[in-house]
């Protein structure tokens, strides 16, 4: 399937095939996983945020409403701080708050 889609296209299409989405968000799980706890949720989180395609989290996202299945542990941890990004100031990208 192709990553992008026409505007003519409907917004219920997925942009990547959820198995490949799974997969890559394990290996940024993978990535993390030497890191203390709250900086490996912060680290998942940052790299999803930055380098992501909206719709991508939001298929991720999606998927770990549903249970997640395929996702490690500490991997639906740093996606679940996406849902609080709204809160957070814009552009921050240093270590985790207290």
């Known amino acids: 399937m192709s990553m992008t889609q026409s505007p003519s296209q409907g917004a219920d299409i997925p942009v990547m095939a959820l198995d490949r989405i799974v997969l890559m968000a394990?290996?940024?799980?993978d990535f993390f996983a030497p890191y203390p706890p709250e900086r490996r949720a912060e680290g998942i989180r940052n790299h999803l945020r930055t380098y992501w395609?909206?719709?991508?989290r939001a298929e991720l996202l999606a998927l770990i409403?549903?249970?997640?299945?395929?996702?490690?542990?500490?991997?639906?941890?740093?996606?679940?701080?996406?849902?609080?990004?709204?809160?957070?100031?814009?552009?921050?990208?240093?270590?985790p708050k207290a």
Do not use: C, F, W
């Open 26 to 29: 394990n290996q940024i799980g």
């Open 53 to 56: 395609d909206p719709r991508m």
């Open 65 to 95: 409403e549903t249970g997640g299945g395929g996702l490690a542990l500490h991997v639906v941890e740093g996606a679940k701080l996406l849902l609080n990004d709204a809160h957070s100031k814009p552009g921050y990208y240093g270590p």
